[in-house]
């Protein structure tokens, strides 16, 4: 029972109408503690506070296989400061926005600024109700022109009605009807026409002034009837409670056009400027009345002399004086009815639907705002520079607030690990740097290992406090990984010796992990063992066992509709296809390698969006059992593992084919993606941590500049193999 509420109501209809084949579920939301009992077209239900019903709001909306999402904007409407629960919503979904803004402020609060310019940044289009409203968001948020559309609040289209025959209905024959309408709060004034009555009264004896609204349910819900009590003891007081009527109801459309008919002049003496848009106003112009009114922002916009007057802020003297005048003036009265109705015919529903739906066909898209690219000869280079600022004498950092290292979080032996492993393939630009470099991270992964407990401590603060005993599977296995590879790459001896040795301390208590990803993880280094000592018994029952448990994960949860190892999509995932390619190569196991080749292919097509560009799997798809992934927010992690288990899979199948679509995940860093944004820096060998709904997170974290590394050193080398041509994406700065 809202303004807002009925303005979707409204706009739904008026879309239908115009284009019967549209199909327009709602979304409503529900404040704290409501319980309402929607029409059919009402398909979910969010609570204001709950951020789990818009997460799961945002999952609906993209498997419903809706093409546009319209918001309605309000700041009181949506959970979070200043309503930034709905940015949540947007952000997991991946269709065109359209947003309606009912304000828009000339001051905002930094929330109000924070979440007005998160939904200009998602928004195809911003709309607003009139031309302040694009004024402020030019001047204010600095949002282009071209990002925004006016298109009035619509109205309904009725005859000009006769109004002594209107006002028999409602028994005010025979009055000077004044009427004010809206869900009934102090800011809407009405002390103010009461103080005025008195001296309206005096002049015309017959005047009735009508306040049509139940009280707002909030109001209702603080204070009960309190407000209302008050106007009506102020009426009494002043001696005009027989003039005036309260009609407490919530009132739908027609009822409510019902009452505008049986007007002489319509009041809006609200005491605040900032309402860009006032759907009763509209109203009572569409219908042809007369307005008297407070200047806020929409009145001051509509309003000439024309059609009626504008009175201060407050000012009861001031309305005594020109409604007094008008009602006076019959003339005066009529041309400003005919005048209102005129300008009515403008805004009707229809030309509000025949506008929103030129935007909806203006903006509909594939899945993807794809931005123009610039087009250049780009050869994958490694490059140190980012990951030595991320390091220190102790390892590398984890985090980082834009390029600066974040010493609030430490390290991780994870992204160590990872750091040690590339320090093996960088090619050609391995040297003293890279050396010095993965005797840092060889030693981070050692002091890791907790022997005591059988397992690899993760996360170590910045003044070199171990946080745990013990990490989790995932970082034992990347760990065991880094000291497989080492054992097998790296230049120097004495590292090699260093090794296999914690290879072969560690390796024994690997068998007893559970999470198939760090059973991967380990697979991926008893690998690299097996080609320094083929006969290595621990590495090859890792391999055994691990790409038995691997396949057999495959096989339980395989269907038709889904060839993969979980019910669920999670993080790494090429990493699993690859594992078990590997597996059955080494063991020389065929059906191994068919269902990973098998597995692998059914995730290439997942990650390649419609146009043909690499789009990886987002965090949001973690946990959806047997669901269509999700695109945001996706992370560089994820190209990385794409790109290796494609050049694994070209490798050990013979198909080349695996080759372009290893480059088709390398271009994703490029900016061949869902925004047409460069997530990473050839020359600075940095990369941006995700791209999400509408941006790229701009924060340049350990996992996502090793990950970037990693991808340029794979496609580097296959560059130099002249298997593919070098990308012709243009790789810009960050």
């Known amino acids: 029972m809202c303004g807002i509420a009925t303005f979707t109501a409204d706009i739904r209809s008026a879309l239908i109408a115009q284009r019967p084949e549209l199909q327009a579920d709602v979304y409503a939301m529900d404040e704290p503690g409501?319980?309402?009992?929607?029409?059919?077209?009402?398909?979910?239900?969010?609570?204001?506070?709950?951020?789990?019903?818009?997460?799961?709001?945002?999952?609906?909306?993209?498997?419903?296989?809706?093409?546009?999402?319209?918001?309605?904007?309000?700041?009181?409407?949506?959970?979070?400061?200043?309503?930034?629960?709905?940015?949540?919503?947007?952000?997991?979904?991946?269709?065109?926005?359209?947003?309606?803004?009912?304000?828009?402020?000339?001051?905002?609060?930094?929330?109000?600024?924070?979440?007005?310019?998160?939904?200009?940044?998602?928004?195809?289009?911003?709309?607003?109700?009139?031309?302040?409203?694009?004024?402020?968001?030019?001047?204010?948020?600095?949002?282009?022109?071209?990002?925004?559309?006016?298109?009035?609040?619509?109205?309904?289209?009725?005859p000009l009605a006769d109004i002594e025959t209107a006002k028999r209905r409602f028994g005010y024959d025979g009055h000077h009807v004044l009427l004010t309408f809206g869900l009934l709060s102090p800011n809407k004034g009405i002390e103010t026409i009461i103080q005025a009555l008195p001296a309206i009264v005096a002049e015309h004896p017959n005047t009735l002034y009508i306040v049509l609204g139940a009280t707002h349910p909030t109001l209702v819900a603080r204070d009960g009837e309190a407000y209302r009590e008050s106007l009506s003891a102020l009426a009494a007081e002043l001696g005009v409670a027989a003039h005036i009527r309260f009609v407490n109801e919530y009132t739908e459309t027609e009822r409510l056009l019902?009452?505008?008919?049986?007007?002489?002049?319509?009041?809006?003496?609200?005491?605040?400027?900032?309402?860009?848009?006032?759907?009763?106003?509209?109203?009572?112009?569409?219908?042809?009345?007369?307005?008297?009114?407070?200047?806020?922002?929409?009145?001051?916009?509509?309003?000439?002399?024309?059609?009626?007057?504008?009175?201060?802020?407050?000012?009861?003297?001031?309305?005594?004086?020109?409604?007094?005048?008008?009602?006076?003036?019959?003339?005066?009265?009529?041309?400003?009815?005919?005048?209102?109705?005129?300008?009515?015919?403008?805004?009707?529903?229809?030309?509000?639907?025949?506008?929103?739906?030129?935007?909806?066909?203006?903006?509909?898209?594939?899945?993807?705002?794809?931005?123009?690219?610039?087009?250049?000869?780009?050869?994958?280079?490694?490059?140190?520079?980012?990951?030595?600022?991320?390091?220190?004498?102790?390892?590398?950092?984890?985090?980082?607030?834009?390029?600066?290292?974040?010493?609030?979080?430490?390290?991780?032996?994870?992204?160590?690990?990872?750091?040690?492993?590339?320090?093996?393939?960088?090619?050609n630009a391995r040297g003293d740097r890279s050396e010095a470099l993965a005797i840092i991270y060889a030693s981070f992964v050692q002091h890791a290992w907790n022997s005591a407990r059988g397992a690899f401590r993760n996360f170590m603060s910045y003044d070199r406090r171990w946080l745990e005993e013990v990490g989790s599977e995932d970082s034992f296995g990347r760990s065991l990984w880094s000291v497989g590879v080492t054992a097998h790459e790296a230049q120097r001896q004495d590292l090699r010796r260093w090794a296999i040795h914690l290879f072969d301390q560690v390796a024994p208590h690997a068998l007893a992990l559970r999470s198939i990803r760090a059973c991967a993880f380990t697979m991926l280094g008893a690998t690299s063992v097996l080609k320094v000592t083929p006969s290595h018994a621990v590495a090859r029952l890792i391999m055994e066992k691990f790409g038995e448990r691997l396949h057999a994960e495959l096989l339980a949860y395989r269907r038709d509709d889904w060839r993969w190892f979980e019910p669920v999509l999670g993080y790494d995932n090429a990493r699993l296809p690859e594992a078990l390619m590997i597996a059955g190569d080494i063991l020389e196991r065929e059906a191994m390698v068919a269902d990973g080749l098998d597995a692998l292919t059914w995730l290439d097509l997942l990650q390649t969006a419609p146009s043909g560009y690499y789009r990886a799997i987002g965090t949001e798809s973690f946990g959806r059992r047997f669901a269509a992934p999700l695109p945001y927010d996706q992370q560089p992690l994820e190209a990385w593992a794409s790109i290796d288990?494609?050049?694994?899979?070209?490798?050990?199948?013979?198909?080349?084919?695996?080759?372009?679509?290893?480059?088709?995940?390398?271009?994703?860093?490029?900016?061949?993606?869902?925004?047409?944004?460069?997530?990473?820096?050839?020359?600075?060998?940095?990369?941006?941590?995700?791209?999400?709904?509408d941006r790229a997170n701009l924060n340049t974290g350990a996992e996502s500049v090793l990950a970037f590394q990693f991808a340029c050193c794979a496609i580097a080398r296959l560059q130099a193999e002249e298997i593919v041509e070098p990308s012709q994406t243009e790789a810009v700065a960050v």
Not at 98 to 118: A, K, Y
Not at 270 to 283: D, K, P, V
């Open 34 to 158: 409501g319980l309402h009992a929607y029409p059919p077209e009402v398909v979910c239900q969010v609570g204001q506070s709950d951020l789990a019903d818009y997460r799961a709001a945002a999952r609906r909306i993209n498997d419903s296989g809706a093409e546009i999402i319209l918001i309605q904007h309000e700041y009181g409407i949506f959970g979070g400061p200043a309503g930034a629960h709905l940015l949540q919503l947007l952000d997991r979904t991946h269709k065109p926005v359209v947003v309606t803004l009912h304000t828009v402020l000339d001051n905002p609060s930094p929330d109000q600024r924070t979440v007005i310019e998160g939904l200009a940044r998602r928004a195809s289009k911003l709309v607003v109700m009139a031309e302040k409203g694009r004024r402020f968001l030019e001047d204010v948020h600095g949002i282009a022109s071209s990002k925004i559309v006016v298109i009035p609040h619509g109205v309904p289209d009725r």
């Open 645 to 693: 288990a494609a050049l694994t899979a070209a490798a050990i199948s013979g198909d080349s084919g695996w080759n372009d679509a290893a480059m088709r995940a390398w271009r994703w860093y490029l900016g061949d993606n869902d925004l047409g944004l460069p997530m990473a820096s050839m020359n600075a060998g940095a990369c941006f941590d995700g791209l999400m709904s």
């Open 258 to 427: 019902d009452y505008l008919e049986a007007v002489d002049i319509y009041v809006t003496p609200y005491l605040n400027e900032a309402q860009i848009t006032s759907g009763t106003l509209s109203y009572a112009v569409a219908l042809g009345k007369p307005v008297v009114s407070a200047p806020f922002w929409h009145a001051v916009e509509i309003l000439t002399s024309e059609l009626g007057a504008l009175v201060p802020f407050g000012d009861h003297v001031g309305f005594a004086r020109e409604l007094s005048a008008l009602l006076s003036d019959d003339d005066r009265r009529e041309a400003a009815r005919h005048n209102a109705y005129a300008l009515g015919r403008t805004m009707i529903w229809q030309r509000l639907a025949e506008a929103y739906l030129a935007i909806f066909d203006d903006v509909a898209w594939d899945g993807a705002v794809r931005l123009p690219m610039a087009y250049r000869q780009v050869e994958a280079a490694p490059c140190l520079d980012a990951i030595e600022q991320l390091s220190d004498h102790c390892g590398m950092m984890q985090h980082s607030i834009f390029s600066v290292p974040d010493r609030n979080h430490g390290y991780c032996v994870d992204d160590n690990a990872r750091a040690l492993i590339l320090m093996h393939r960088l090619g």
